[in-house]
């Protein structure tokens, strides 16, 4: 089957899977496919090819279905989840292994990527939360957890959790790095001012 046939079959599968999903104002196909495209960016910037753009690109389709089962440390269901839906394609094995793998390391507790393919599979992951519209997606990923786990998270908590995210985190591809940075750093000092004004009220 052609590249493009089995990424545009494994969107609309994702797509059946997600679309349930009302209360994802933040994990939703949308930011699936989102997320993929940048993936697609950054694997193109790094000159790989159209079988590893494939890969990826699949990896990222597939990274936030474990959501239908369950909210927290769900990446090995992601990782299942796509590995049945490839399996039953007849998408050979060792592709399967290589996107499983990428999944995993999706999770907040992997901290260091060990080749290209998960540097670029991290940095878009963290690529929405760096760009213009970081206040508004910040504010939609604080509305999904408080309406999915039935709690109410403080402003100031969540934007000193923000900031320290905005610091902690590295960028590692040299597009992620020239084209974001300098977006990261203004986000930044948004929520640093944020936290000021939130401390004279």
């Not at 591809?173 to 300098?182: F, I, L, V």
């Amino acid at each position: 089957m052609h590249n493009s046939k089995i990424i545009e079959n494994a969107k609309k599968h994702v797509n059946k899977l997600l679309l349930p999903l009302e209360e994802h104002y933040y994990h939703s196909y949308g930011h699936a496919l989102d997320v993929m495209e940048r993936a697609k960016y950054l694997a193109q910037k790094e000159w790989l090819s159209k079988d590893e753009i494939e890969i990826l690109s699949l990896a990222w389709l597939f990274h936030d279905t474990g959501f239908i089962i369950q909210y927290d440390n769900n990446e090995p269901i992601w990782a299942k989840i796509a590995k049945n839906y490839l399996k039953s394609i007849l998408y050979p094995d060792y592709k399967i292994n290589e996107i499983e793998r990428i999944i995993l390391a999706t999770s907040p507790d992997y901290k260091v990527p060990k080749d290209k393919y998960e540097e670029i599979i991290k940095d878009a992951d963290m690529d929405n939360l760096w760009r213009d519209d970081f206040l508004d997606k910040n504010d939609k990923l604080k509305q999904e957890i408080e309406e999915i786990k039935h709690i109410k998270i403080n402003d100031p908590e969540w934007k000193h959790a923000s900031v320290e995210l905005l610091k902690e985190y590295k960028y590692r591809t040299n597009a992620q790095q020239s084209e974001r940075n300098q977006k990261k750093i203004e986000n930044l000092k948004k929520m640093l001012h944020e936290l000021e004004d939130d401390s004279i009220i």
